[in-house]
């Protein structure tokens, strides 16, 4: 596909970098080191990508925040001279000033080991960060060759239209949304992000597509994840029922195509126009589970049945 209005083509497909890197050195208490249990070696994680890259996925999603530059270091190591489109995003701390993009940026380069991102998105919005000062230091970076594309990141659609304006005001485009989508959390579907990312030729990627883990069919009342997913409310009571009876159904479907619960709701996805989910991958296992959701193709009857068993407007 796409990616956005650019010339860049990336996979149907692509990783969430998150807890690559060495995150013991990551503050305590920071979201990458925490939320998805013991993160892999770099071995595990060179052989992610390179199962990734066999498999034709070329896309990689990371963030300056995650492990405080210890993702962004090792997507750097591990992809430098290979094909691969990378994504990043400022900032670097909750409490960055939006003055701070333009050294946080070089500092980003660096630990990638780029001349030049892809992708660059502002990682969520923030009352002290104004969106037209945001849009205008990347529309600066652009000018000056440092980044080929611009977006946002947990962004309202309200929030998408004045980036837009801004960036069409330099002669450019607003690229792509994250936030997160699946068929547990279908909020882009009526908050309006998807239809306006749609609207403005934007590609919504998608985080958290398999649900932190809930729609691979891993995890049980007796068997609850690691790290601080464990206190989530998907993996308790009634939502744990409720996940049950969705895995079942993508383990029907998966079935007569030969796939797992977790490839089916992946697939869900890559058939929804202009959505790009990034499944993290830890290792080559996961790494080659995901992929396989780009070798398959889910019926209308099969899009249909899974699109209404987890409707958000069903009474």
């Known amino acids: 596909m796409t990616l956005g209005q650019t010339d860049l ?61 210890a993702s962004e270091r090792r997507v750097g190591e591990l992809t430098d001279g290979k094909d691969v489109v990378v994504a990043t995003k400022f900032p670097f701390g909750f409490f960055s000033r939006a003055s701070s993009l333009p050294a946080t940026l070089e500092d980003s380069l660096a630990r990638l080991r780029r001349t030049r991102i892809d992708l660059y998105q502002i990682h969520f919005p923030s ?48 690229t792509s949304n994250q936030v997160q989508y699946s068929l547990l959390h279908r909020n882009p579907e009526t908050d309006g992000v998807l239809d306006t990312c749609r609207e403005l030729g934007a590609t919504l990627i998608a985080y958290m597509p398999l649900a932190s883990g809930a729609l691979t069919g891993k995890y049980t009342a007796t068997s609850r994840p690691a790290g601080w997913r464990r206190y989530n409310s998907t993996f308790r ?26 490839q089916v709701a992946l697939r869900w996805l890559i058939q929804q126009d ?22 398959f193709t889910l019926t209308n009857d099969e899009v249909a049945a899974l699109t209404e068993a987890t409707n958000p407007t069903r009474s």
Do not use: C
């Open 9 to 69: 083509r990336v996979s149907r497909l692509g990783i969430g970098a998150m807890v690559w890197g060495e995150m013991s050195a990551a503050p305590r208490f920071n979201p990458a080191r925490n939320v998805y249990g013991p993160t892999g070696s770099a071995e595990d994680q060179l052989a992610a990508l390179e199962v990734s890259l066999a498999a034709g996925v070329n896309f990689v999603d990371t963030a300056a925040m995650y492990g405080k530059g």
């Open 127 to 174: 009352r002290w960060m104004s969106i037209p000062t945001l849009m205008n230091l990347m529309a600066d970076a652009v000018d000056e060759g440092k980044i080929r594309a611009v977006g946002v990141s947990n962004y309202s659609a309200s929030q998408m239209r004045i980036a837009h304006i801004e960036l069409t005001r330099r002669g450019l485009a607003l």
């Open 237 to 262: 009571g009634k939502s744990l029922v409720d996940v049950t009876r969705l895995v079942d159904l993508l383990g029907e479907i998966g079935t007569r195509h030969v796939r797992s619960p977790s």
């Open 274 to 295: 202009g959505v790009l989910p990034i499944p993290g991958a830890k290792n080559a296992t996961q790494a080659a589970q995901n992929a396989a959701a780009l070798t």
